[in-house]
């Protein structure tokens, strides 16, 4: 432009015509404007060049991207092939388990359907056992009176029972140190009342003054019996008897009493347990036995589960099975569950003795399917 206008200014001064001046300019604004279009040109390729670069930059990147993309198609097609492997394994899994669960279901509803049958059998069976022992019962009583009948007045049964007293004692131990020495039946009263109760007095046995609370010989009594009546006492002191739950619980807590227990067998053996401090619990507490200090021929251990346990019958089921072990051994009992003693359970006379769950058992002397012969329980004072 500078130069454009030296030389446009040097026309005009040499006096060159009009013509001359515009078609120098022309000529000019011609080289200027390719110069212009040149410059432009010039920046629009590099700007070309800068754009094509970038793109194939990016054209690299997405291809890297791509392939990124593929091999993760890739990967998850083969995750997605494993998880429906995984799932039809699984699915025959969860069938099997399924069908297993139902076969199982079905065999416990078979067995709920068995022990509930087993269940009425043995309430069925109870019933039976109840009623034999009761036809038996009639039948001894019938056949005892039969033979008094017959009798002489001299007879052994009246060398075997003594003559009943008429004074009341508190226990046998106070019979026997008042001067009474025979053995028989004497007349005791409640702790702190007037209420009397006949027991048996055994005035011999390791110098006397013992108050019997059981005695089992013949199987005349029926010892499957309710709550109420082994709480009064039943049988006839005389022979086979149950003194009483409240009148031992009521007389044992008053002092402190040592627990015989004598047994025999059908070979003519006998053997005995002692144990050195005894008492019942109140009924509120379910007559429930304490025992300590065992000594005797009856076994080196206890064969009347420790620590004591609550007593049971048929009417009410007190002790730490399922199975209702009064209703199942017959008899009212200090059960565990149901344990390895039941000294009033079913009487089975020689040569059906053996292999009776429910008899009259002392496991730890004869074994628990061994039922005795005969069995006497007794207390006195341990400072007798």
Known sequence: RKEMQHITETLLINGSGTAKLVE?????????????????????ELQLLEHSLSTNKLERQISVQ???????????????????????????????????????????ARQNSIIEELEKQLVTATVNNSVLQKQQHDLMETVHNLLT???????????????????????????????????GIYTLTFPNTAQEKKAYCDMESNGG??????????????????????????????????????FVS???????????????????NEAYTLYDQFYLASEEQKYRIHLKGLTGTAGKISSISQPGND???????????????????????????CGPSNLNGMYYPLRQNNNKFNGIKWYYWKGSGYSLKATTMMIRPADF
Request: one cysteine or more; glycine letters at 6%; proline letters at 1%.
């Open 24 to 44: 120098t300019c022309v000529f000019f604004f011609i080289l200027i404007l390719r110069a212009f279009v040149l410059n432009q040109t010039t920046r629009l």
């Open 66 to 108: 791509t392939s990124e993309i593929t091999k993760l198609q890739e990967k998850n097609s083969f995750l997605e092939k494993r998880v429906l492997e995984m799932e039809d394994k699984h699915t025959l899994q969860l069938k099997s388990i399924k069908d297993e669960k139902d076969q199982l279901q079905v065999l416990v």
């Open 149 to 183: 009948m017959i009798s002489t007045p001299n007879s052994a049964k009246n060398n075997f029972i003594a003559k009943e007293e008429q004074i009341s004692f508190k226990d046998c131990a106070e019979a026997f140190k008042s001067g009474l020495t025979t053995s």
């Open 209 to 246: 003054g013992w108050t019997v609370l059981q005695r089992r010989e013949d199987g005349s009594v029926d010892f499957h019996r309710t709550w109420k009546e082994y709480k009064i006492g039943f049988g006839d002191p005389a022979g086979e008897y149950w003194l009483g739950n409240e």
């Open 250 to 268: 009521q007389l044992t807590n008053q002092k402190r009493y040592v627990l015989k227990i004598i047994l025999k067998d059908w070979e003519g």
């Open 311 to 337: 007593f049971s019958t048929k009417d009410a089921d007190n002790d730490k099975c399922i199975c209702k072990c009064s209703q199942m051994l017959t008899g009212g009992w200090w059960f565990d569950a």
